[in-house]
């Protein structure tokens, strides 16, 4: 049996996301977050996943005393320093082709900059702000007249379908390939896949 940690401060879809598709496989989840207000504890309740509060300062002590395969970030807002880092291995996903559009609001910012193509990215974790290299990335286009909300829910159905197939990669010691992303798809037109999943 794998065991993950995902750490979330705010929503914590992507966390759902990794909860389903890991649901009846054999990986282990606890959900950690920094704000004791999140939302995404509230959803590890409901999905019945182990959660706890743990506060930025306590993530060296709690890290140091456990053993993850994989600490998978997951709208964690905080840059994590060095001495937590080397207690494991860690994963981060962020909306936007990285490196550019790094930090908070990536979506909105792409989106307000005019590109024609943004994406998400997931990479691994350095203590500099969404630096790390990159495992994966997946594009989504921007048409000329695609509205903000439609161009920010295809983000997130990306990220929801990347995520999740890139830690199962991990842990099974292979190759992210992007063809898993078309299983069971019946094609679509658009830049970037999940919409049908
Ligand atoms: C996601 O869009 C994630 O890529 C982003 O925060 C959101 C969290 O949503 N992360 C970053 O911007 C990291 N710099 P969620 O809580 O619903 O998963």
Redesign the pocket.
Same mark, same amino acid.
């Given at each position: 049996m794998k065991k993950i940690a995902v750490m979330?401060?705010? !929503?914590?879809?992507?966390?759902?996301?990794i909860a389903k598709f890991f649901k009846d496989k054999e990986v282990d989840i606890t959900c950690l977050s920094d704000n004791i207000n999140a939302?995404?504890l509230e959803r590890a309740k409901k999905l019945g996943i182990k959660h706890q509060y743990l506060p930025f300062e306590e993530n060296a002590g709690y890290f140091g005393a456990r053993n993850f395969d994989l600490i998978v970030?997951?709208?964690?807002?905080r840059v994590l320093p060095e001495d937590v880092l080397e207690l494991g291995r860690f994963v !981060?996903?962020?909306?936007s082709l990285l490196p550019a559009f790094?930090?908070?609001?990536?979506?909105q910012r792409a989106f307000n900059a005019g590109v024609k193509v943004s994406g998400?990215t997931v990479h691994h974790v350095t203590n500099e702000?969404?630096g790390g290299k990159i495992i994966a990335q997946y594009p989504v286009l921007i048409p000329n007249l695609m509205h903000y909300d439609e161009f920010e829910a295809e983000?997130?159905r990306v990220?929801h379908a990347l995520y999740p197939k890139v830690i199962e990669c991990i842990l099974e010691d292979k190759v992210f390939d992007f063809s898993d992303l078309y299983d069971g798809c019946g094609g679509c037109s658009g830049g970037g896949c999940g919409g049908c999943h």
């Open positions: 979330g401060s705010g !929503n914590g879809s992507n966390f759902e996301a939302f995404i970030l997951a709208g964690y807002m !981060n996903i962020h909306p790094k930090g908070k609001d990536a979506i998400v702000l969404d983000i997130h990220e």
